[in-house]
């Protein structure tokens, strides 16, 4: 077998405009990226990865701030793209570059969409090539340069067998029939743009444990929250590099008052106590001193979702999905996510009149559930 051809370093204008010269003879492009999410707050695309199925190029987008050359290429609606697991890949390319994905081939989907047991990209790669993927390089720091000869490898190799991988699902696709799925599945994917969040402290009632709290301990919560995104926007570094959840809410539930109220705390270390120590006491106290009238209340689940008949169309939504399910040898999650079962129960029969106001009730699905809409929703 021929050993695989060295990647190619690209972050230079010249080098990316001969890299997409090269790339414009391929019928389809595989596109990876890698990004530094772990290691930052404001995280970014740190490297762009494009084969031909051949030829793999690595794309710096700290030395180039523009696409250039290569944007006519992702642009190109005849070109397929083909990713795994593409939706931050998406995000990335979309919010940093301005690039567009489509039309979109996405070998995770169509591997869950197969029933496979194992679809991550080095299970399938295993499964129909005997490809063995060194994964050792998935939680570096890809805003570090240079990258060592290994990353760089590690880089290639999860685009260099993209291009046969989706040869062999789609035709396993096609050969199930749901090659349709797939393609309305990936043009949802295709479409995914970033929505820009600015900070909310009322979120932390999605940390587990919030709800368990009592009112003064949430309202602890909810100023600790506050002030670890605080700390960790300043240090531009994860929240949770500062302080785990799971601490954060101990915290809150212990309210301590002093220095030596913190030991003990799980995950409270002596290097996390000397960071943020005194600003966690402050925290508390700002707690303690809010007026029973300001304490915070956990957000209400829509009411009509604990309606009689909202919990029946769920279990009966949920009865017919493990049996379809089973017949099409799926995830049951695949094949109808919850928060789509419960949006149909929600709307009733009244949901298949504007299919689009119910999240996951792609085409696909609707065809799917039709013959049994009218036991399941009425």
């Known amino acids: 077998m021929t050993p695989p051809a060295e990647p190619i370093w690209v972050d230079t204008p010249e080098r990316l405009a001969a890299a997409a010269e090269e790339l414009g003879r391929a019928p389809a492009l595989a596109i990876d990226t890698e990004a530094d999410s772990f290691y930052h707050y404001f995280h970014k695309c740190c490297l762009i990865q494009v084969s031909d199925g051949h030829q793999a190029y690595l794309i710096d987008p700290l030395a180039l701030k523009e696409a250039g050359a290569m944007r006519d290429l992702f642009h190109d609606a005849h070109r397929a ?3 795994h697991a593409a939706e931050q890949d998406v995000l990335y390319l979309r919010r940093d570059f301005g690039l567009d994905l489509h039309p979109l081939f996405d070998t995770m989907i169509a591997a869950q969409l197969l029933g496979k047991k194992s679809v991550g990209l080095a299970g399938l790669l295993h499964e129909y090539f005997e490809v063995v993927l060194d994964k050792g390089c998935q939680r570096d720091d890809w ?15 999860d685009v260099r067998h993209l291009i046969r991988l989706r040869h062999a699902l789609e035709a396993d696709l096609e050969a199930k029939g749901r090659l349709e799925w797939a393609r309305e599945e990936f043009e ?5 743009a970033w929505a820009p969040r600015e900070f909310d402290r009322e979120e932390f009632w999605g940390l587990k444990g919030a709800r368990d709290l009592e009112p003064r301990s949430a309202a602890a919560l909810r100023e600790l929250y506050a002030l670890r995104d605080a700390r960790a926007r300043a240090a531009d570094v994860p929240p949770f590099r500062i302080v785990s959840d799971e601490t954060l809410v101990d915290l809150a539930r212990r309210m301590p008052k002093t220095g030596a109220e913190l030991d003990g705390i799980r995950g409270f270390t002596p290097l996390v106590r000397r960071r943020i120590g005194p600003p966690v006491l402050e925290a508390v106290a700002q707690a303690l001193a809010l007026p029973d009238d300001r304490m915070p209340k956990p ?3 829509q009411g009509r979702r604990r309606t009689a008949a909202f919990r029946a169309r769920v279990e009966r939504l949920r009865a017919w ?4 399910a089973a017949e099409f040898a799926i995830e049951p999650g695949v094949l109808f996510p919850q928060s789509t079962l419960e949006g149909l129960a929600d709307r009733g029969l009244e949901a298949l009149e504007d299919a689009g106001a119910i999240p996951g009730l792609r ?13 399941l929703l009425a």
Not at 188 to 192: F, K, L
Not at 363 to 375: E, H, N, T
């Open 81 to 83: 793209k083909i990713l």
């Open 188 to 192: 949802h994917i295709a479409r995914r």
């Open 143 to 157: 805003s570090r340069r240079p990258l060592t000869a290994r990353q760089m490898a590690y880089a290639a190799e």
């Open 299 to 301: 957000p209400r689940s």
């Open 321 to 324: 999905r493990r049996e379809r």
């Open 363 to 375: 085409r696909w699905r609707k065809g799917i559930l039709l013959p049994d809409a009218a036991r």
